[in-house]
């Protein structure tokens, strides 16, 4: 992942290589695209303060109504630590303004 600036694991437990393996490498049946995130994940992101950009565009199974959805309920801003609520400027990808 080019684009990948910093991968803090501190407070992750039992983390396995093949867990960094799938996330890192590149898929082994060369089809582009997240095949296993749902819509369900989005408010996942509401817990990384700090994530100000998600790329959801190859994700087949995010749906741009989730992304959507997840920017409407994202509500005013919050006080820190989880600061301004995410906003969607094209389809399937989650910006929060710092």
Known sequence: ?????????????????SHLRELLLPPTDSKPGCNRLTDQCLPLFRRCPRLSRVDLRSCRHVTPEGCARFCEDSGPPAPPPAGPPFRCPEEKLLIKDS
């Open 1 to 17: 992942f080019p684009s990948l600036r910093l991968l803090d694991l501190r407070w992750i437990e039992d983390v396995k290589d």
